[in-house]
């Protein structure tokens, strides 16, 4: 956002000096420098903010996102990415991105054009379109599961903060989500009340990680988990929340010299759909129905995994669940791993600010700190033992050992 008057000296320098930095990091790009991408995304972005002027921001913040938003889910339903992508991509009119569900064109045509403003679909010609990576991407099914979800909540957060006179949310069975979903319950339970949504989440969960830094590549995993300190050791890991397995799954074909247990622990509802999915028998996944608020049955395990869990609950829930490992490990040798966000004390990734809000909004829950995960871990009598990151704005893996 300028804070320079447009086309005084001093704008003219910060715009060079944003340039100055663009063009450094696109060149290092060009060189073979791939860790400079995400420099050249912030600088670019930091470019678009110095070029721009106050009252263009603030339109851009108030129209853009929710239009853009609400397009792009509309347009699923429209099944416009879906019809993009037919054909080998042929170019394609409103009328007939109108005729799979008999949508009215000129409603497709508004549509459509945000949809290509926004860069989900490359506009070729006055009403022609033609599918892009991100088109083909949102052909998918699985990217509508956290829209749904958290849509209600974003628009009655405003309303709910100001009538609990800006508390921060914690009760996760009474919060934003609960009042914007008119819902009773936590918000796990209004996922399986909707099947639709609810196989949306799961492999949008999952597709989202296939994108992002895997835990075993940032984490010493043969030397924590492979090399035994024991002979013949009979290991477990165990994925707590693990959703439908395929976390597990893609352990075992990775790292195939592994030879312990594999158990998946989860909701009843849960598991039924991971039965359902027919996990590779090959990789001999145990399935087993646990609720993390009450005692581990699988005693002195080497591994307690959770991926995207402590994120969905306060510290409060995080205890009881983290109090329950604690009593299951062996010392010395069990270990929790943690597959979560850690969000910079200064400067934090967008990506963990954003997520932040968004498990406010489903949970009344939150990301951490680094500071914020150790004061949680050492108050259940546990410690971090190391934290691991691959690329900022990726989730980290906290490894969490008994004092
Ligand atoms: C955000 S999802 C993460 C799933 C998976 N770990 C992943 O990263 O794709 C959180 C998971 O916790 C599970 N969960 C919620 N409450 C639970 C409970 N009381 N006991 C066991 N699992 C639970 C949910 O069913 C859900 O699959």
């Given at each position: 956002m300028a804070e320079h008057d447009i086309g005084s000296n001093k704008h003219n320098e910060a715009i060079a000096k944003a340039l100055k930095q663009v063009s450094a990091h696109g060149t290092d790009l060009i060189d073979g420098d791939s860790a400079a991408r995400?420099?050249?995304?912030?600088?670019?972005?930091?470019?678009?903010?110095?070029?721009?002027?106050?009252?263009?921001?603030?339109?851009?913040?108030?129209?853009?996102?929710?239009?853009?938003?609400?397009?792009?889910?509309?347009?699923?339903?429209?099944?416009?990415?879906?019809?993009?992508?037919?054909?080998?991509g042929r170019p394609k009119s409103d009328a007939e991105f109108a005729t799979p569900t008999a949508a009215s064109p000129i409603l497709v045509k508004r549509i459509t054009?945000?949809?290509?403003?926004?860069?989900?679909?490359?506009?070729?010609?006055?009403?022609?379109?033609?599918?892009?990576?991100?088109?083909?991407?949102?052909?998918r099914p699985e990217y509508t599961g956290s829209w749904d979800c958290a849509q209600p909540s974003f628009a009655h957060m405003p309303t709910y903060l100001k009538n609990t006179q800006f508390k921060n949310p914690q009760n996760p069975t009474d919060g934003p989500f609960q009042y914007g979903q008119k819902y009773p319950g936590h918000g796990f339970g209004w996922l399986t009340d909707h099947p639709d949504v609810f196989q949306a989440f799961h492999h949008y969960a999952y597709t989202l990680r296939k994108h992002r830094p895997n835990w075993v590549e940032m984490y010493p995993v043969h030397d924590r988990h492979i090399s035994g300190p024991r002979e013949n050791d009979s290991s477990v890991l165990v994925d707590i929340g693990g959703g439908t397995g395929q976390i597990l799954q893609d352990f075992r074909k990775s790292t195939p010299e592994y030879a312990g247990r594999l158990v998946l622990q989860e909701v009843p509802e849960v598991i039924a759909v991971a039965q359902g999915m027919e996990l590779d028998k090959s990789t001999n996944i145990e399935l087993q129905v646990h609720d993390f608020?009450?005692?581990?049955?699988?005693?002195?395990?080497?591994?307690?995994?959770?991926?995207?869990?402590?994120?969905?609950?306060?510290?409060?829930?995080?205890?009881?669940?983290?109090?329950?490992?604690?009593?299951?490990?062996?010392?010395?040798?069990?270990?929790?791993?943690?597959?979560?966000?850690?969000l910079a004390d200064e400067h934090a990734a967008w990506q963990h600010i954003s997520l932040d809000i968004f498990m406010m909004a489903l949970a009344s829950a939150q990301e951490r700190t680094e500071s914020e995960w150790h004061a949680l871990i050492d108050s259940c009598g546990l410690k971090i033992a190391g934290i691991y990151n691959k690329g900022e704005g990726n989730e980290g893996m906290i490894e969490v050992i008994l004092e």
């Amino acid at each position: 956002m300028a804070e320079h008057d447009i086309g005084s000296n001093k704008h003219n320098e910060a715009i060079a000096k944003a340039l100055k930095q663009v063009s450094a990091h696109g060149t290092d790009l060009i060189d073979g420098d791939s860790a400079a991408r995400e420099k050249l995304i912030a600088s670019a972005r930091e470019l678009v903010a110095v070029a721009e002027t106050p009252v263009e921001t603030l339109l851009w913040n108030i129209w853009a996102p929710p239009t853009r938003s609400v397009a792009l889910r509309i347009a699923v339903d429209l099944k416009v990415f879906e019809t993009a992508v037919q054909d080998d991509g042929r170019p394609k009119s409103d009328a007939e991105f109108a005729t799979p569900t008999a949508a009215s064109p000129i409603l497709v045509k508004r549509i459509t054009r945000v949809c290509a403003s926004m860069h989900m679909l490359e506009e070729k010609s006055s009403g022609l379109y033609a599918p892009n990576a991100l088109t083909r991407l949102l052909a998918r099914p699985e990217y509508t599961g956290s829209w749904d979800c958290a849509q209600p909540s974003f628009a009655h957060m405003p309303t709910y903060l100001k009538n609990t006179q800006f508390k921060n949310p914690q009760n996760p069975t009474d919060g934003p989500f609960q009042y914007g979903q008119k819902y009773p319950g936590h918000g796990f339970g209004w996922l399986t009340d909707h099947p639709d949504v609810f196989q949306a989440f799961h492999h949008y969960a999952y597709t989202l990680r296939k994108h992002r830094p895997n835990w075993v590549e940032m984490y010493p995993v043969h030397d924590r988990h492979i090399s035994g300190p024991r002979e013949n050791d009979s290991s477990v890991l165990v994925d707590i929340g693990g959703g439908t397995g395929q976390i597990l799954q893609d352990f075992r074909k990775s790292t195939p010299e592994y030879a312990g247990r594999l158990v998946l622990q989860e909701v009843p509802e849960v598991i039924a759909v991971a039965q359902g999915m027919e996990l590779d028998k090959s990789t001999n996944i145990e399935l087993q129905v646990h609720d993390f608020f009450t005692p581990q049955p699988i005693k002195g395990a080497r591994a307690y995994f959770m991926r995207s869990v402590l994120h969905d609950w306060a510290d409060e829930q995080c205890r009881v669940i983290l109090g329950h490992l604690r009593d299951a490990m062996e010392p010395g040798y069990s270990r929790i791993l943690i597959n979560d966000c850690v969000l910079a004390d200064e400067h934090a990734a967008w990506q963990h600010i954003s997520l932040d809000i968004f498990m406010m909004a489903l949970a009344s829950a939150q990301e951490r700190t680094e500071s914020e995960w150790h004061a949680l871990i050492d108050s259940c009598g546990l410690k971090i033992a190391g934290i691991y990151n691959k690329g900022e704005g990726n989730e980290g893996m906290i490894e969490v050992i008994l004092e």
